[in-house]
């Protein structure tokens, strides 16, 4: 058991490894994509940027949140693996991120920490292995990349990717079924998807759902996605103003950054908080986002555009009550990890 207990702890401390590389990436794009869309217009592409400059502050942006889950994974499997773990955690974390093949599937930011816990775990036993002194020189640059790399990435590709696409495409014909019959169940499913992995594969199951049904004239569930979108990051912005003893100093700065892409539609802003702490953040923002949903699936709130958050205000209808679903499920958020998460100082027990 004192065994076990050890390797969760170099997990959780690979995973605070990941999230303190990885959070400039986040406030670095998270900045410079909200400038870029604040002077945007909507259209039925999506937003559209006011001129030049703005599109390379969006290209700069959408640039660093490229980045940000290959070094979220290359800095976990390197917690774990030291030096010989950054390519595979890299690669594979980029891998999750993308879609593979035909199918289009991919894991986001759950599937990249998962591969690279693999990953360094993988590196860690390869660096036991006793090599000839002529091959030792050669393993961490060479060997330990490519035999780590290739068989879990082949694994993925060949192994997981298609189970996700299986399982999109049945989460699609699951909210199908429900739209239109039960509109609080369906909010709830809504808000718990998009905030379950915030840009994987639940996540645009929800999306290409949605847009879907826009094609054929039904705009309320994309009213909903659209308020579910803002509501993580602004709940932990919201919770680190209100229960300052629970967060620290950076904390505190890293979540303003996430406040304002919240508001401009952008959710990747809290993935650094829920890998820090995902038993904790993860619930309360799931939470928080149904509550949104429902607000604004019991009121008809209705959006004509893929993106969501404060900036898409001017053409959604019901505007009122967006701003509430988005304000109210934040606030629940924040409240939540409020009486779940303890005062800085106390031990954070890991089970």
């Known amino acids: 058991m004192s065994k076990a207990k050890d390797e969760l702890k170099q997990i959780q401390r690979a995973l605070l490894t990941g999230v303190s590389y990885m959070m400039p990436f986040v406030v670095v794009g998270g900045l410079l ?44 499997a390197y917690s774990i693996a030291g030096r010989p773990g950054l390519v595979p955690g890299m690669v594979l974390g980029y891998l999750a991120n993308n879609p593979i093949g035909e199918i289009g599937a991919k894991s986001g930011f759950l599937g990249a920490m998962l591969l690279a816990i ?22 961490p640059i060479l060997i330990i990349p490519i035999v ?18 299986s399982m999109t495409n049945a989460l ?26 915030m840009g994987g594969p639940v996540t645009k199951t929800v999306s290409m759902f949605t847009l879907a049904l826009m ?23 919201l919770s680190t103003i ?8 950076a904390d505190r700065t890293a979540a303003a950054s996430a406040g304002l892409m919240g ?4 959710t990747e802003g809290a993935i650094p908080f829920v890998v820090a702490d995902i038993k904790r953040v993860l619930p309360c923002t799931m939470i928080g986002a149904a509550v949104g949903a429902i607000i604004g699936g019991l009121s008809g709130v209705t959006s004509p555009v ?35 998460k303890k005062p800085l100082g106390q031990p954070k027990n890991v089970e």
């Open 242 to 249: 209100l229960f300052r003893n629970k967060w620290t100093d």
């Open 148 to 165: 780590s790399t290739l068989s879990l990435g082949l694994i993925y590709i060949y192994f997981i990717s298609v189970p996700l696409a």
């Open 263 to 266: 508001c401009m539609g952008i």
């Open 172 to 197: 699609v014909e699951f909210l199908g079924n429900l739209n239109g019959t039960n509109t609080i169940l369906l909010a709830i499913c809504i808000g718990f998807m998009n905030a379950f992995d």
């Open 33 to 76: 994509l909200a400038i870029s869309l604040s002077t945007g217009k909507s259209t039925s592409e999506g937003f559209v940027v006011s001129n030049q400059f703005m599109q390379n502050l969006k290209t700069l942006g959408n640039s660093a949140f490229t980045m940000m889950i290959p070094v979220l994974g290359g800095y976990i």
């Open 118 to 139: 693999a990953s360094g775990y993988l590196v860690k036993w390869i660096k036991t292995w006793k090599v000839h002194k002529a091959i030792k020189a050669i393993m």
């Open 306 to 340: 893929p993106h969501g958050g404060f900036i898409t205000l001017p053409v959604v209808h019901n505007k009122p009550m967006f701003a509430l679903g988005i304000i109210g499920g934040s606030l629940v958020t924040a409240l939540l990890l409020g009486l779940v």
């Open 215 to 237: 094609n054929e004239g039904i705009y309320e569930p994309n009213g909903m996605f659209r308020i579910t979108v803002a509501i993580p990051p602004i709940g932990i912005f």
